[in-house]
């Protein structure tokens, strides 16, 4: 697979002389010198005689995992070493370097990330079976099924033609290659950060070919899986092939600051360790310098960068507790930047991010510096993602545990346990990968709140839409309807981040998605979801809909059927008076004016003159056309008709409950009429006479309390003429 890689030795010009990515160390070895990931696969690693060097490069592998893991076993790495190198032995790479230096650098970025041994051994044995005479049952004779396992998932990946990967199928059998074991995922990754780092004397249009599958599949990849590390060298590696002039404008930036005398960010940080020692907090303070697209992206935002702006401060603690004092002695002696602060402790990154953000700045210069402030452990998550997340066949540790006594699967954070039902679920390769194209796209996310306390992470732009079938799944398909912050919604609404959702769920296990969802729906589980359940149930044929009989609403009443003859559409004229008077009056229906409402009139054809609320839309039609109001108010009477709209769930006995209510209020049904029932979600219009206005409010909070009736409202203005 990595036939065409080229002499890593060469200089090339994708080659970045550091990209500032931090990899986690473990707090015992603290001393041990850290291995610079970007030599790996060349020339200093093996020297001249590769042959003869060998020995020392699984040395190195094996002293940056006990770093991580110092009981580990390292006997399966020997060897799988040991079967790697005789199998690869006399293959070369294109530059003519034994092939054994690709597997090696690639299981050395693992061990520096913290993965375990199985995943380790399996990278050394990556391309065995594919590259030579090495069987799987071979690796599963020596190494046992879980290596074979991943073993075989990578070769499979390695027969995805990445040249192709717009192609929805592409991605789709890349998928199914991974299976539920991520630890594939985190091999390919690694794979292809070695193949990046040498990629420099390829012909440019591969070169381009190559990065624009990066950018566009595995970079978003490494996001969603947590691998920051991965992710920003393959950012900058990327950076480099498609955008020379510019990667080269920003290195030079790199360079200026760093042969500064002085160092801003050196002179804050030690003054943070002086706040943090007089406040009796054990903590690390570390410099963290920005990548280079980093520093291309806010070179973009704020022009003309400062030696501050070259990178941020991190503040390692051991607890999460450390981490809100740290954040509260920085806020009370400098000052902070209000705008710059995030909590993702309390509310994690959807690929399991945690951290403090927060900005603030000196007084003595006014100096402003970015600081992150972590756990350890948030910081080896945040830096390797779910490669540091363990082994999901071994038994759970306490931290792997949920407070339940369940375990927490570390290989499957939340977005890739939807990505792999999406991919089960979708209808077709087109669907699935339209969607998923999307969702890649996708780089900032909002968090929002369930009732019960619980949050959804979702895309910018998403709505309640995607909030019920992130919630739900496809159970979601019995949504009748949303309050977003305590009020009525629509399924359209657009959310905003820290937006409390409340979704009113039906009863019915058959409901089906309104096909106007589609068009709200922006994240894939939400689109592939509405999507199956249509085509497994499509509308009836025009002819047909005529032909079906339409069922009771409510289950005692039928649809659409007034409850009383008569001329119940038109409003009889109430106690109003006129200027001048003698005029017969009648109040509108477009909005039903009762008192105290605030009303005007107009005079229509016959003499009558119709009374319309102010607020009325055709008020204003009117007055725009010209046409004179003529004085009304309300006379002595308090007598008032008025149209109310209840939207409620569909359930036996409703309408006979709901008007027992209204009874009771003192209000008489002059008219009802019940809507066709849309997905359980049944409207009611009444037309009540009430003896007392007054008495109004009380009617709606009396309907309101009926179970299964979600809103009440008086009729809203229409459009039409009076």
Known sequence: MNAEAVNPASPGPVTPTATGAVVPTAPRRKARPRIDLRRLGRAALLGSAARGRLPDAIGHVAEAHRAH????????????YVLAESSHRGQMRKSGEPYITHPLAVTLILAELGAETTTLTASLLHDTVEDTDVTLDQVGEQFGAEVRYLVDGVTKLEKVDYGAAAEPETFRKMLLATGNDVRVMSIKLA???????????????????????????????????????????????????MHPEEYERTRKLVDENAARADDPLAAVADEVRGVLREADIPAEVLIRPRHFVSVHRVSRKRGPLGGADFGRLLVL????????AVLGELHTCMTPVVSEFKDFIAVPKFNLYQSLHTAVARAKDGQVVEVLIRTHQMHKVAEAGVVALGNPYAPPSEEQTTGDGERADPTRPGWLSRLLD???????????????????????????????????????????????????????????GARVNGRLATMSTVLKDGDTVHLLMGQDPASEPSREWLEHAHTPAARIAIQRRLAAHPEPAPAEAEEAPRGPAAGDAPASRPTSEGPAARPASADVLVDPPGATVRLAGCCTPVPPDEITGFAVRGGVVTVHRSECAVVARMKSAGRAEVGVRWGESTQCRVTLLAESFGRPHLLAD??????????????????PPDRQRVRHTYTVLLPDA???????RAMRDVAGVYDVSRSQPQTTGA
């Open 658 to 675: 709901l008007t027992e209510a209204m009874a009771v209020e003192g209000a008489e049904i002059v008219s009802a009429t019940v809507e």
């Open 69 to 80: 893991h110092p009981d580990a076993d390292l006997d399966p790495l020997r060897r799988a």
């Open 191 to 241: 794979d292809r950060l070695h193949n990046m780092r040498t990629l420099g004397v390829m012909r440019r249009e591969k070169q381009e070919r190559i990065a624009k599958v990066t950018r566009d599949v595995l970079i978003p990849l490494a996001e969603r899986l947590g691998v920051q590390a991965l992710k920003s060298e393959l950012e900058d590696l990327v950076f480099a092939v």
């Open 694 to 700: 007054a008495r109004l409010p009380a009617l709606m």
């Open 422 to 480: 999406w991919q089960r679920g979708a209808p077709d390769p087109d669907t699935f990968w339209s969607t998923l194209r999307e969702d890649l796209a996708q780089d900032r996310e909002i968090t929002v709140f369930r009732p019960d306390g619980g949050a959804l992470g979702l895309p910018e732009g998403a709505t309640c839409v995607d909030a019920a079938y992130a919630q739900y799944g496809e159970d979601a398909h019995a949504t009748l």
């Open 317 to 324: 603690v051991q607890e999460d507790a450390d981490c809100y």
